[in-house]
């Protein structure tokens, strides 16, 4: 089946980078779907980060379009979300999913991981 | 940007009651209206999309229905493994945007 799994640090600094990779099996990265980033503060909602295609064609959310990149590899069959100048408020848990063509549900889902930022 | 509400924000039930949770977008999104469970320290888990289609593997006490502005996840027969947060998405265009949630515990 399908699986998704992010890696990355789990401490960064304020305005600092924060750089997530996540690595995808049962699927080719180049298939028909958008590999998506979703960000979970603690104890808070989900808020959608962006996506991109293997084109390597990208949509990002208005609120950090300023500070995002997302990119994929093909070669390694991964994509990645770099967010830049980072404070506290970009603690959160970090999930990477993949979204069906046209209709983008997301599905399935990474595990997740926990990025804090802090000196 | 599309505004999602969802309520309740929090609701209590038994085991074996039947509990409706509705999201309503401010724009008209027809059918791209999605349904997602997450059980504490874990991801989303799909249980509908495109507003009443059921996920594989998801059991049919689980039913979505809804299209244009309102929508509304219900659950027939709670069991307990039901108790968790859900939240809905519309997926109709970008940016993407979910429901507040809605946690439901058990009364």
């Known amino acids: 089946q399908v699986q998704l799994q992010e890696s990355g640090p789990g401490l960064v600094k304020p305005s600092g980078t924060l750089s997530l990779t996540c690595a995808v099996s049962?699927?080719?990265?180049?298939?028909?779907?958008?590999w998506n980033w979703v960000r979970q503060p603690p104890g808070k909602g989900l808020e959608w980060i962006g996506e991109?295609?293997?084109?390597?064609?990208?949509k990002y959310n208005p609120s950090l379009k300023s500070r995002v990149t997302i990119s994929v590899d093909k070669s390694k069959n991964q994509f990645s979300l770099n967010l830049s100048s980072v404070t506290a408020a970009d603690t959160a848990v970090y999930y990477c999913a993949r979204a069906v063509y046209g209709w983008h549900w997301f599905d399935p889902w990474g595990q997740g991981t926990l990025v804090t930022i802090s000196s | 940007d599309i505004q999602m509400t969802q309520s309740p924000s929090s609701l209590s039930a038994s085991v074996g009651d039947r509990v409706t949770i509705t999201c309503r977008t401010s724009q008209s999104i027809s059918s791209y209206l999605n349904w997602y469970q997450q059980k504490p320290g874990k991801a989303p888990k799909l249980l509908i999309y495109a507003a009443s289609s059921l996920q594989s593997g998801v059991p049919s006490r689980f039913s979505g229905s809804g299209s244009g502005t309102d929508f509304t996840l219900t659950i027939s027969s709670l069991q307990p493994e039901d108790f968790a947060a859900y939240y809905c998405?519309?997926?109709?265009?970008?940016?993407?945007?979910f429901g507040q949630g809605t946690k439901l515990e058990i009364k």
């Open positions: 049962g699927d080719s990265i180049s298939s028909s779907n958008w």
């Open positions: 998405q519309q997926s109709y265009s970008t940016p993407y945007s």
């Open positions: 991109v295609y293997h084109s390597g064609s990208t």
